[in-house]
């Protein structure tokens, strides 16, 4: 499922001691560059969305991973939906790669947030929060994921969002709307596939520095 396919796990004790052992690590991690404040003001942020599965099998999980380590190495800031699944493993690997990953979170309680987060958001919206997760990007990347994910897909294009599509869901348009919506290669514009962690990154980025020039 997505960031947006959320459903109110339990198991807060675990949840809040990974927490706990999570936070100053993180903290460290972020330390561990040595640049100054000032220097980090100075340096233009660039914003990726992450969206994808709240209940990953290992080979998503893996990628998630390595999507959070890879866009942290570029600078990047990672936000996502804070759950569980795709959204934990992106932040885990965001830390390990010393960055910062923003949680969106659905819910009030932020005991039920990814251990690894740098920062959560609670919104209280339920699935209403996904246009926030959306939205918070320059580009959005989608890791596998249910109808959450799709629901996520709509309105990043809705509001002009481009998307890398990793393991994710293949988009038809309709044939009313292909000559308007649909690319020279019958694509759906603005939907790009990617077939590894690093292709994704690569086409993330090339497409916010287009958006740049």
């Given at each position: 499922?997505?960031?947006s396919?959320?459903?109110?796990?339990?198991g807060?004790?675990?949840?809040?001691?990974?927490?706990?052992?999570?936070?100053a690590?993180?903290?460290?991690?972020l330390?561990?560059k040595?640049?100054?404040?000032?220097a980090?003001?100075?340096?233009?942020?660039?914003?990726?969305?992450v969206?994808?599965?709240?209940?990953?099998?290992?080979?998503?999980?893996a990628?998630?991973?390595?999507?959070?380590?890879?866009?942290?190495?570029?600078?990047?800031?990672?936000?996502c939906?804070?759950?569980?699944?795709?959204?934990?493993?992106?932040?885990?690997?965001?830390?390990?790669?010393?960055?910062?990953?923003?949680?969106?979170?659905?819910?009030l309680?932020?005991?039920?947030?990814a251990?690894?987060?740098?920062?959560?958001?609670?919104?209280g919206?339920?699935?209403?929060?996904?246009?926030a997760?959306?939205?918070?990007?320059?580009?959005?990347?989608?890791?596998?994921?249910?109808?959450?994910?799709?629901s996520?897909?709509?309105?990043?294009?809705?509001?002009?969002?481009e998307?890398v599509?990793?393991?994710?869901?293949?988009?038809?348009?309709a044939?009313?709307?292909a000559?308007?919506?649909?690319?020279?290669?019958g694509?759906?514009?603005?939907?790009?596939?990617?077939?590894?962690a690093?292709?994704?990154?690569?086409?993330?980025?090339s497409?916010?520095?287009?958006?740049a020039?």
């Amino acid at each position: 499922m997505a960031s947006s396919d959320w459903e109110d796990p339990g198991g807060l004790g675990a949840r809040e001691a990974a927490r706990a052992g999570g936070g100053a690590a993180g903290r460290d991690a972020l330390g561990a560059k040595g640049e100054s404040s000032e220097a980090a003001a100075g340096r233009a942020t660039v914003n990726v969305s992450v969206i994808g599965a709240s209940a990953a099998g290992p080979t998503l999980v893996a990628l998630g991973e390595a999507l959070g380590e890879l866009l942290a190495q570029r600078g990047c800031t990672v936000f996502c939906g804070g759950m569980s699944g795709v959204m934990e493993a992106v932040a885990r690997g965001v830390r390990r790669g010393g960055g910062v990953c923003v949680g969106i979170l659905p819910t009030l309680d932020r005991r039920l947030a990814a251990p690894d987060l740098t920062l959560s958001v609670c919104t209280g919206m339920g699935h209403a929060r996904n246009l926030a997760v959306v939205a918070s990007g320059d580009v959005v990347i989608a890791l596998g994921g249910s109808w959450g994910t799709l629901s996520e897909l709509g309105m990043a294009r809705a509001i002009g969002r481009e998307v890398v599509l990793l393991e994710s869901w293949s988009v038809r348009p309709a044939p009313s709307e292909a000559d308007k919506v649909a690319s020279s290669q019958g694509e759906v514009d603005g939907l790009i596939v990617a077939h590894s962690a690093t292709e994704a990154v690569d086409l993330a980025l090339s497409l916010i520095g287009r958006l740049a020039t």
